[in-house]
């Protein structure tokens, strides 16, 4: 047990929501996440409200531990898989890559916990002024769709700015990382990265193996001219991004790219021309786990280094 705002909130053993990864976050993940005492969720990123709402009922078909659905905000199925969650009477709910305003009237009128994703301290306090729960303070270390401050930057500024409660993301994939976030006044922690290498997780295993492979300095943001920057892991399609992008090359150009690769990459299995989405942390992971393993170690670490930390100065 680790009993903080968050853990309360989600009513979950410890204060761990798994990240609501686009294709790779389904209901096998989620079911293993929460029945290991943290939070699963199922990531809709960008697919049809039915494929979802299928997703949903696998998720209670396993496990009556809470869970949650990550709707990506720019999906163009956003507002049906928004009322699905609603109809599905979902426990969690949180957002990505945008502004959740227009949905949540439908999603508190369920009683459902809301729990925006953001990237800066004025969405934040906006989102507290709507009447969310917590939200999820997510540094430019992750993977995926990403913001422009840093975990260390950023998580500080947002706990001092709401009174909510702060979840950090972004870098953490150990229990100093945990450590770290909660010293800088989060109360509980989003992994993504960390838990795309469990035996639970369903991604092509060229995937897993290209994580444990992946050296500090291997992800590179592709997308940062256009506004959308996403960080992956390099390959061949990174490269070839980077360099059409510095040539000025078309929107379409690069879209083209871009087009299918994360689902080339999780479910065929190709490293090379596939988005190999990944945060800065897939360094620091080298073997697989169970998720009740990952949640174990990474909390059972975080309060001990925590309760020794005193005895740590000379
Ligand atoms: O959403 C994510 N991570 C994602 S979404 C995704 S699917 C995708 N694939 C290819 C291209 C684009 C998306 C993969 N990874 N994380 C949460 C997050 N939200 N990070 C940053 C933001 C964010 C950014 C701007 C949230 C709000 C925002 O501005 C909203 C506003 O209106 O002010």
């Known amino acids: 047990m680790m009993k ?63 869970f949650g659905v990550n709707v990506m905000l720019m999906s163009p199925y956003a507002d049906e898989v928004a009322k699905v969650i609603a109809e599905e009477k979902v426990p969690v709910v ?54 422009e401050s840093t975990t260390m930057t950023l998580v500080p500024q947002v706990v001092d700015a709401v009174k909510l409660p702060v979840i950090a ?23 993504g990265t960390r838990f795309v290498a469990t035996s639970e997780c369903h991604v092509h295993k060229n995937y897993k193996e290209r994580l444990l492979r992946a050296k500090d300095i291997d992800t590179r943001v592709t997308g940062r001219n256009t506004g959308h920057p996403v960080r992956t892991l390099r390959n061949e399609m990174t490269k070839k991004y980077l360099e059409l992008e510095a040539s000025g090359a078309t929107l379409e150009e690069l879209e083209y790219l871009t087009l299918g690769a994360l689902r080339k990459a999780v479910v065929e299995g190709d490293m ?43």
């Open 169 to 191: 993301a972004g870098g953490i994939g150990d229990g100093r990382g945990m450590a770290a976030a909660l010293m800088l006044g989060a109360e509980g922690v989003q992994m």
């Open 94 to 147: 949180t957002t990505g890559a945008g502004n959740p305003e227009k949905y949540l009237s439908l999603w508190k009128n369920q009683n459902i916990k809301v729990i925006p994703v953001i990237a800066s301290v004025a969405l934040a306090k906006r989102m507290e002024r709507c009447g969310v729960d917590a939200v999820v303070a997510e540094g430019c270390e992750s993977g995926g769709h990403i913001g």
């Open 272 to 314: 090379k021309s596939g988005s190999v989405m990944s945060g800065q942390i897939a360094g620091l992971i080298s073997n697989i786990m169970t998720c009740q393993e990952v949640i174990d170690e990474v909390t059972g670490d975080a309060q001990k280094i925590i309760a020794e930390h005193a005895s740590r100065f000379l």
């Open 4 to 66: 903080t705002r968050v853990s309360t909130l989600l009513g979950t053993e410890y204060p761990v929501i798994q990240g609501g990864m686009a294709w790779v976050a389904d209901h096998h993940l989620a079911a293993a996440v929460s029945m290991a005492g943290g939070l699963g969720l199922i990531g809709a990123a960008n697919a049809p409200a039915e494929w979802v709402r299928t997703q949903i009922q696998e998720v209670k078909k396993h496990t009556d531990k809470p």
